[in-house]
Structures are given as C-alpha cells and as structure tokens.
C-alpha cells in the first residue's frame, strides 16, 4: 500500500489529470461565477471623451461668465466655449470644447444667464474626467482564467462587448453509497441515518455554475453502484460519498476498477479526509470521497472545488488563506495535516471543542478550517495561523 500523498502533490496530481472544459460564447449576463476564457480586451475607451465629474458649469477663463448653453447625458454641447463663456453642465455629460475647470453649482451664482463665483475659483482640469482615464481600446482589462463577478460584469459591458467567452458548466453527478443511508429524513428508521453528504457537496458546489444530478442512496454491493455509475457516465466528473475506506463493505474501489476507471492515488495525508480516491476514465474525473460527513465536506471543499474551478477555466482554481490569531493553544500534530473547525470574530479564530470527523453541529457552527501543517509543535493563544474561510455560517 503505497503511503498517503501529501496535501499539495494530491492537488496538483488531481488539476493535471483534467483539461479546461470547451469555450462556449454567452451573453454577459449568463457568465457570472464563470471564468474568462480569454483575456478581455478593450474595444472601446471610458470615457469616450472628457466628461464633467460634478453638476455645475464648464468654464472658460477667469469670470465672471455669460451661459452660452447646456451639455447633459446624451445631449452634449455643439461648438467652442470662449473665455468669459460658461455652458451649464450635468455630471457624465461630455464637456464642451475650450472649455478648461468646472465650476459646481454650489460655488456659482446664476443670474440672467450670468455666472458669478461665490468661493475660490476651481483649478484648472478640476472635476474633469479625462478621455480613456478609466480605459483605453485596445487595452488588456482582465487575463484569461479570471472570475466573473459583479464588477466584472459592468467592465465587459463597458469595454463593448455584449458576450464573453467562457468554459461550459461541467456536469457533475453526487451519489451518496451506504445500507445504513436512508433517503428521507422523515422516515428515517433507528437503525439508520439521513443521507447527507450528496446534498451538502452540491450545496458546497452552489457558487460555481454546474448542471448537477444526485444518485441514491446506493447500498454497498457492487452491481447497485455499477449501475450508478454508467448511470452517471455523461458526467465530466462523479462525486461519490462512502465506501473509501478499508472496510469489507467499502467497494468504491473495486465498483470503480469493474466500470472501467483507473485509480489514478487513493489516500492523501490530511485529517479529516485520507481514504479520498481518485480516479479517471477517459476525460471522466471520479472523486470518491470518504463517507464521515467532516471528511467528505473537506475534501470536497480541499479537492472537488479545485477541480470544479479548473474544469470551468479558473486561473488560480485553489483556496485562498487568510491569517487569523487562534484564540486558543492549538495542540500538536502528527503526520497528517489537519483541518481544524473553527470559528472567526473579528481577527482571532477559535477552534470548535467537538472535532470528530462525523460531527455536523460542529461542522455547522463553523466559519472557518483552521490548517495546521504535519509534525508541528503546540501553538500558542494569539499566534498567527492560516485559516481558510466557509460560507456556511
Ligand atoms: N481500519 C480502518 N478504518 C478506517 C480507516 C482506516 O484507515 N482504517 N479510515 C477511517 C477514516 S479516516 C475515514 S474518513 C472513514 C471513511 O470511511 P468510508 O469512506 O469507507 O465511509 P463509510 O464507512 O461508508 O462511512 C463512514 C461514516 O460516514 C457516514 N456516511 C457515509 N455516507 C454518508 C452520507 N452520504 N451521508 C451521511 N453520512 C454518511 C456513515 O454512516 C459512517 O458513519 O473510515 C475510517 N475507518
Ligand atoms: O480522515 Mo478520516 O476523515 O480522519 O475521519
């Protein structure tokens, strides 16, 4: 048995063994939470032209001035401002040629198309928004691999583009594997528990645009969990939960050897999650999970998001950490790197009490997993430690 792999060589073993998924072009609107699948150029400048900043008056020389005219959105002023002129001005309007200041209303006193200072006069290029400030045709605005947010957003449509091209939504099947799992939480009999961990992996998956299908639960015998799993052969990646590990009744391994995969590692040296599996057939992706709750949330929060960001393009598809003071001593570790629960206020981190690899109160009542690297001493109240942050709470 080959040992575990350590955190790092198993993501990287993992991202290598799938490709991007194909380009597809949509409308801008339909490409929020994907990733760039180009750089974004500019095909036009913001602003186009000089633009007032403020409500008031483009002037010219020093004053006092006579309103020779209006510039407001969409309705610019046509022909040249002279010296003593001014042209009444909105804000985004497009400012009138000789034109060289604006002068906000509040320091302006109109009269019978006469314009007078009551306070400093502005300087010169004050409250202007220069052509191609913000940016220019032409130019690089975002690199390929880049998340689609809501700023993003306004920036494709800005810079003249109506579609964008990004990854296709991989198709992802959860199948949740175990006799004990039963279907509805209502009708849950003693000897049993709820089926969870499809349901939470898709909803850990929520942020990232997926066409997703559940499958279960699959009792632990071989021909139930082929049949699942040529079920779930369209998909570009089958999430499994369960039967990881070494027991006799733990069959992902052989269930996946019989559907025709291959064991790419199995095993990776982080508590919780070791017994993860994965396994490829063809451009297929298989992530068997382990079945304790804890276990599976990490991994799939450690290997399957990763995953999912590369499969849709991301430029930089792992998580990011954040440092956090521990609110508490942390103890000592041993050879696997571990994922503490935990819980963020303000800048300090505490981890949960309860850290067993099947406890969902825990896991629910955290907002964090707090990483401690293998082999490493106690650490003290107050120290920095990395942190990665949940959405769940
Ligand atoms: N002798 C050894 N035993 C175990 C080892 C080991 O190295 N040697 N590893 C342990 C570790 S670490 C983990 S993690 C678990 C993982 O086991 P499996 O992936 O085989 O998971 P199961 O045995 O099927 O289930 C474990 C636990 O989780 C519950 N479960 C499973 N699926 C779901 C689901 N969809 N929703 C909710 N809960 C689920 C299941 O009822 C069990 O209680 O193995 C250790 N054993
Ligand atoms: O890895 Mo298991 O996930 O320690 O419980």
Redesign the pocket.
Known sequence: MNPPLPLEQAQARLLALAEPLDIEIVPVAASLARYLATPLIAGRSQPPADLSAMDGYAISGQGPWRIIGESRGGAPFSGPVRSGEAVRISTGALLPEGSDRVLIQENALSQDNELTLTSDLPAYGQHIRRAGFDFSSGETLLGEGNWIGAGQVALILASGAGTVPVRRKPRVTFI???D??AASPAQCPPDR??????A?LAALAANIPCETRYI??VP?RLDALSVALETACESDLIVT???????D??L?RPALEAYGAQIDFW?VAI?????LLVARKGPQIIL??????V??FATGFLFMLPLLRHLSGAAAPLPRQHLFHTGTDLPATGPRREFLRGCIAGSTVTPLEEQD??ALLALARANALIERPENSGEVKAGTDVPVYLLQNG
């Open positions: 949740d594997c175990g004990e799992l528990i709820p089926a969870s961990n499809g939470m279960g639960p632990d939960s369960g039967g990881a590990s070494v027991g009744h733990d992902i095993r508590k919780p999650g070791k017994p068997g999970l382990p079945g304790n709750p276990s599976s690899s099947s």
